[in-house]
């Protein structure tokens, strides 16, 4: 979805007894253009990851979403065909996972390109214990990109699962250029376990709201004073 509009909306759903326990792990991975040996086709080293960031979304019945992201810059020696694979983090899920549980996931992300270069397509997927689905998938350009999906869970319980985010970007380059892939902690990033990525504010205003309402039911509930 190019352009779409960020929502700061927190929407944890309540899925099964589970907890997401973060693996603070970011990987770049880059194939090599023009063939699986280099030759005048090589790209430049591997970038380092930048601006990781994990954070929790909040708990609802024992589940806590996780919101993470990572950034890069990537500069090319010379043309030719290629993808990015960006590992967004990951993270362990203690507990069970039903079989047909419905796991909605949200993005949000920049990809930007000097020169020549040009974004093809891009695919974000999610893995759990293995098994791959796509949440969602773009076609050429740049720009901002930010939606929804879901990961189903199979036909049988997942137990003690890892899931693993991906974000693959295919591009082209007639000669050394730069593929950048920006994402913001404040408003950017893959959450699981929600249906829009939230912004540090909303997260204030929810458990607010939340301790409120709380407060006012403890203050109905408490016995009057006799006297």
């Known amino acids: 979805m190019r352009g779409s509009t960020r929502v700061a909306a927190l ?56 919101k993470q992201g990572v950034s890069f810059a990537f500069s090319t020696y010379s043309g030719g065909a290629g993808t990015a694979r960006a590992f967004l983090g990951g993270g362990s899920v203690t507990g069970t996972l039903p079989a047909n549980t419905v796991i909605p996931v949200a993005y949000s992300f920049t990809l930007g390109a000097t020169g020549g270069l040009t974004v093809s397509s891009w695919t974000l997927t999610l893995s759990i214990n293995g098994a791959t689905q796509t949440i969602a998938a773009g076609g050429a350009g740049t720009g901002v990109f930010a939606g929804s999906g879901n990961y189903t869970v199979g036909g049988s319980p997942v137990v003690g699962s890892f899931f693993d985010p991906q974000l693959a970007i295919n591009f082209t380059t007639p000669s050394g250029e730069a593929l950048t892939l920006t994402m913001d902690s404040n408003t950017d990033g893959f959450a699981i376990n929600a249906t829009a990525i939230p912004e540090p504010t909303t997260y204030a205003a929810v458990f607010g709201v939340g301790a409120l309402g709380i407060a006012l039911i403890r203050r109905w509930r408490r016995p009057l004073a006799v006297g």
């Open 11 to 66: 929407a944890i759903v309540p899925l099964a007894a589970v907890t997401l326990v973060n693996t603070a792990r970011a990987q770049v991975v880059f194939s090599v253009p023009g063939g699986s040996s280099g030759g005048t086709n090589t790209f430049g080293p591997p970038p380092t990851p930048t601006n990781f960031f994990s954070s929790a979304l909040g708990s609802l019945n024992n589940i806590t979403g996780e």
